[in-house]
């Protein structure tokens, strides 16, 4: 059963800053076209560069902790229970920190739709992906980064 206060984490990522572990409710709970997975987020640590999907919305609730979120407009920490969206599209562009001594819990809500290209503003990377966002990459999928064209 999927439970964002005792929740299976199923999945972690330890790469340094981007270390976080996971539990994919949504799929647990047999949601077929919507995401649902609650990241719990160390200190010091944060869930992925300042990137945008060019196909899927994401909605963030704060469940916990005092996270940092950084837009295209600047920063600013939600309050514990603040939901931000972050519609499909350059403008919605985020990352998630956490700065504080304590484990951060996000859960993020998302559609799952395949194929998906995200934007990474920091480094000027694109992201190409013929498979949903959050699952793993079956044989054979397209799975390709590439630097932004130049706009000069």
Not at 12 to 29: H, S
Not at 54 to 78: F, I, K, Q, S, Y
Not at 82 to 101: C, K, Q, S, Y
């Amino acid at each position: 059963m999927a439970n964002i206060y005792e929740p299976e984490l199923d999945v972690e990522q330890d790469r340094p800053p981007y270390t976080w572990r996971r539990a994919r409710l949504g799929r647990v709970a047999g949601a077929q076209r919507l995401g649902a997975s609650l990241f719990r987020v160390p200190p010091g640590s944060a869930t992925f560069p300042l990137h945008a999907h060019l196909h899927n919305e994401e909605l963030l609730v704060v469940v916990g902790g005092a996270p940092t979120l950084r837009t295209l407009d600047g920063e600013r920490a939600p309050a514990p229970g603040e939901v931000v969206a972050f519609p499909a599209g350059r403008a919605g562009a985020h990352e998630l920190r956490n700065e504080t001594d304590e484990d951060v819990s996000l859960l993020i809500v998302s559609t799952m739709l395949a194929p998906e290209v995200n934007l990474f503003p920091d480094s000027g990377e694109l992201w190409v992906r013929d498979y949903v966002p959050g699952t793993d990459a079956p044989a054979a999928a397209i799975d390709l980064r590439a630097p932004l064209a130049d706009a000069g």
